[in-house]
């Protein structure tokens, strides 16, 4: 019976998990306002960085460095170290080369625990990493960003799944997902406890101890 519980919240925590992280990807799911941050671009002054959050899913694009800087130039200025404002799960690389922009695109709740990551080019078709495309193999024709995500029209030909784990996150809202079956089946146990013992019977079985004068239940053998 335990056994059977915790394999129970195990699986339940596990596709509890991957729920919060793919639904919101769904047509017409994560439909909430998106909170844009622009203060990380005034501190990166390497790369245009733009955050976008909704309830289910965060968004960090990074553009090529502005003001006609070179890549080369960028980074002298601003070392990499300035990545570590950014989520610890964003891409870490500075969007340059022919890169026309970074995606990187985390979900779940109520930590991010997956994520994919896009770099879009301008002259051939965009690269993805940790993305799985359940009806279709090919990316959208144009050039993906943070604006697709939410308010944007999606269709299940064009579906992406974060498929990239986020460790700490994925541990997080598994052990928060598990431990509600868990609770909920502990909470039930504990009433019946108190209810039994309330009433003079056996904690265990229920038993009608009120006329027995053993010190443990002549039924199941509880004390």
Do not use: H
Request: one cysteine or more; hydrophobic letters at 45%; charged letters at 20%.
């Amino acid at each position: 019976m335990r056994r059977g519980i915790l394999m129970f919240s195990a699986v339940f925590g596990l596709v509890a998990s991957l729920a919060c992280a793919w639904l919101p990807r769904l047509p017409g799911f994560d439909t909430s306002i998106v909170t844009l941050r622009s203060g990380l671009a005034a501190k990166s002054s390497f790369s245009n960085v733009f955050e976008q959050e909704s309830n289910w899913t965060t968004w960090v694009m990074i553009l090529p460095p502005a003001n006609g800087l070179t890549l080369d130039t960028a980074r002298a200025e601003a070392p990499m170290n300035r990545m570590d404002e950014l989520p610890y799960w964003t891409a870490r690389e500075i969007a340059g080369d022919d890169a026309f922009r970074i995606v990187t695109e985390a979900t779940g709740w109520p930590m991010r625990c997956m994520s994919m990551t896009t770099r879009a080019y301008q002259d051939r078709p965009a690269a993805e990493y940790g993305v799985w495309r359940p009806f279709t193999s090919k990316p959208s024709s144009t050039a993906p960003g943070m604006f697709d995500g939410v308010g944007a029209t999606r269709t299940l030909r064009g579906l992406a799944l974060p498929i990239g784990v986020i460790l700490p996150g994925l541990l997080v809202n598994f052990l928060f997902f598990a431990g509600l079956p868990l609770g909920l089946v502990s909470l039930r146990a504990w009433v019946i406890r108190r209810r039994r013992l309330a009433d003079g019977l056996c904690t265990g079985c229920g038993y009608d101890r009120r006329a027995a004068t053993a010190a443990r239940c002549p039924e199941c053998g509880e004390a």
